[in-house]
């Protein structure tokens, strides 16, 4: 590494020229990203979809709708409002691009009091629709008195997208400037405290910019424009910290181009471990073969590896330009490291080890009760802030022309398929025995068919007529329930949304043998199957984490007890961060409306943080084993190592905190929840874990620290003596 350092140092303006080429060229690439973003990302190839698809080619269901709701204020009279919805539908006569619209006055119910809706079917899906929302957005016009506001799945999609953008530019303008602060804190000078916020612009530009051709390959969530620069932002800070401190630190005594070499040998080192256990832990998230978590794992992987590129090549030629003025513009004196508060602190810890270990788990147990009561779901229309047009639209849909019971979160769509006609004697007394079968569940409320819809019982009267009825009544029914072999029925459960027993329900009928050919659809059959993939397949991922740390670290510090030690730590601290989320979001403390976890937040903040935890482990372990190497003695290693990586830890969570809480001040609530989520792990890794639990933890153990195999790192202080250590 050292080598490398020097490489740099020789060709550093070459270095500098080449990512000023990768900045430009990444800039353009990044502008066009938001431009291919798209849905919520919770896309899964299962029955859902494959029912889906069968709905729309045999039953001619449209494959996104857009509903317009219209509202009047109570002195507009009822001419004005009839004529208001006429001349608005008389305006969409040109629109073309719809399959179908049907306004309010072509069926009844469709008007109640003081609201009206109408609905706008297409044959594209929700997220290709937005020329189509463009030119709406121009012919839809209001009154005095009188609204039309587009709602359904294809405005919310567009509207997520808008209001991803708007959080992304006010977390920023929350995050960088306390981040810049917390810099100048750390380093006493306003140029070092600037080059960590350059070095993370630029590996979020870098990022952006890649991350753009992988839309040519795979759908990208419009979460995706919060993700990489929550975490490139924090990592490339963090990273940048790293190598900035122990530049300074060298500074002091050695040559520039002595203090580059010695500088990313050692803690360009720790970035490459560092990076490396972020890498592996979102890259488990491929194994849940859901389109959000791919999103993550391609866009996290790009940005850890890039932020580590960067921080490795362009931030040494960058010192290695700047060189001694580092330090100018200094605004605060840094104090001797040997009477500082991390030092007296530090060596209060060795003194009382048994009452700092006691009281740090006490806390972490303390903080993991509420985890039992966690309660999760598919982020919806809930995701958008409360005010809204679209959202407020939904809302007002829904409590007018939707009964609580008929809901579609309460809906089960199935598709039953025959060999013959369906409608053939033998045929419809199947439909009718599996009708009877589903309506005796206790958790059935009701099934719509064509047995409900006309009220006939019997399957001869049935048959006669839907076969030889009346067409005014029949044809309707026809329509919308049977195609030729096939029969459409709609299950609505007594639950609440997002309810397990649904989820186990819809499951256990899935897989239920049958005398008929079953196709399940519907929301909770799409829950049911993101529940069960991401169940089923996260343990994989956590046990690639689990194991992979252990080998990196036990390699990077030849020991198996301090991997141990870091992976249990790790958990017992993600789970006490869980617990609080849970206290502040879903028992609404805070001033927060109560509402359930994001399905996504335990996976996203486990697999990142657990990374992102190794940073900090990474630098102050390595620093400790550093002075161990030179002194033999466990305690006074453990006291000058975290003298020297308490205030780079802490700054650095700091910033990490900073730049991912302030997502906490955004509204889109996925976001919010991961934002705050990460914020609290980091801050308590790096101050009840890292600063008191592991220190006191070394401390109880001493030598055994560094067991390996009956092997221990003291022996090889003799030969690493002379070695520049991690």
């Not at 937005?130 to 405005?155: A, F, H, S, W």
């Amino acid at each position: 590494m050292g080598k490398i350092g020097g490489l740099i140092y020789r060709y550093r303006k070459t270095v500098l020229a080449l990512w000023l080429l990768i900045i430009a060229l990444s800039v353009v690439f990044a502008l066009k990203l938001p431009s291919v973003l798209s849905g919520n990302g919770f896309e899964y190839k299962g029955e859902y979809n494959k029912t889906r698809m069968l709905l729309e080619e045999d039953f001619g269901q449209a494959k996104s709708s857009i509903i317009l709701v219209f509202g009047r204020e109570r002195t507009v009279t009822e001419r004005d409002w009839n004529q208001f919805i006429k001349a608005t539908f008389e305006d969409l006569k040109n629109f073309d691009d719809a399959k179908s619209i049907t306004s309010p006055f072509d069926r009844e119910g469709m008007i109640k009091d003081e609201v009206a809706y109408g609905v706008l079917a297409f044959d594209k899906k929700a997220e290709e629709l937005g020329n189509e929302i463009e030119q709406l957005n121009k012919l839809l016009k209001n009154k005095q008195g009188l609204t039309v506001t587009m709602t359904g799945e294809p405005i919310i999609v567009q509207d997520l997208n808008i209001a991803s953008q708007e959080d992304l530019a006010k977390a920023e303008m929350i995050g960088l400037p306390i981040a810049l602060l917390v810099l100048v804190l750390a380093f006493g000078g306003l140029i070092a405290a600037s080059i960590p916020i350059v070095i993370g612009v630029v590996s979020i530009l870098a990022t952006m910019g890649a991350v753009f051709f992988f839309s040519y390959r795979a759908d990208l969530t419009i979460f995706i424009l919060n993700i990489v620069p929550m975490i490139g932002l924090a990592l490339s800070i963090d990273f940048a910290l790293l190598l900035i401190n122990r530049y300074k630190e060298e500074l002091h005594t050695k040559s520039i181009r002595e203090a580059i070499e010695i500088s990313v040998a050692t803690a360009g080192r720790s970035i490459i471990f560092s990076g490396l256990c972020v890498f592996i832990g979102l890259s488990a998230l491929w194994f849940i073969k859901i389109d959000i978590f791919q999103n993550v794992a391609l866009g996290g992987m790009a940005v850890v590896f890039i932020s580590a590129f960067c921080a490795l090549t362009f931030l040494p030629a960058l010192l290695a330009v700047i060189g001694t003025r580092i330090n100018k513009f200094s605004i605060i004196r840094a104090k001797d490291s040997n009477t500082s508060l991390w030092h007296r602190f530090a060596t209060f810890v060795m003194r009382h080890p048994i009452l700092m270990a006691g009281v740090s788990l006490a806390i972490l147990l303390a903080g993991l009760i509420p985890v039992a009561q966690m309660t999760m779901s598919i982020p919806g229309t809930e995701s958008l802030p409360a005010k809204y047009p679209s959202r407020v639209a939904f809302e007002t849909f829904e409590h007018h022309f939707i009964s609580k019971d008929k809901r579609t979160d309460n809906k089960v769509t199935i598709v039953l398929e025959t060999e013959g006609s369906i409608l053939e004697m033998e045929n419809l007394m199947k439909v009718s025995n599996y009708i009877k079968s589903l309506e005796k569940e206790k958790l059935v409320d009701t099934v719509d068919s064509p047995f409900s819809v006309t009220g006939i019982a019997d399957e001869k009267e049935l048959s006669q007529t839907l076969s030889f009825g009346p067409k005014e009544q029949t044809t309707p029914i026809l329509d919308y329930f049977v195609r030729d072999n096939k029969m459409l029925i709609e299950v609505y459960l007594k639950t609440t949304d997002h309810s397990a027993a649904a989820r186990k329900w819809v499951r256990d009928w899935s897989n239920r043998d049958s005398e008929l050919t079953t196709h399940f659809g519907g929301s909770i059959k799409f829950e049911q199957e993101i529940f069960d993939e991401i169940f089923k397949k996260a343990p994989y991922g956590l046990l690639l984490i689990v194991v992979s740390t252990f080998f990196i670290l036990m390699a990077a510090f030849r020991s198996i007890l301090i991997p141990l030690k870091a992976i249990l730590m790790n958990i017992l601290s993600l789970s006490c961060t869980f617990g609080i989320v849970v206290w502040i979001f879903q028992k609404g403390h805070f001033g927060i409306e109560p509402v359930d976890i994001a399905l996504i937040l335990p996976v996203f903040v486990f697999t990142l943080v657990f990374g992102l935890s190794m940073d900090y482990e990474v630098f102050l372990i390595s620093r400790i084993q550093e002075f161990y190497l030179k002194t033999g003695d466990n305690t006074e290693a453990t006291i000058s190592g975290l003298t020297y990586t308490s205030k780079i830890i802490t700054s650095a969570a700091a910033i990490m905190i900073v730049v991912t809480g302030a997502f906490a001040f955004t509204g889109v609530m996925p976001i919010k929840q991961l934002g705050v989520g990460i914020a609290i792990a980091i801050f308590i890794d790096a101050t009840i874990v890292r600063m008191a639990l592991v220190p006191a933890l070394m401390k109880l153990f001493g030598d055994w620290n560094w067991w390996f195999f009956g092997l221990k790192n003291k022996a090889q202080t003799k030969e690493r003596k002379s070695q520049p250590d991690i």
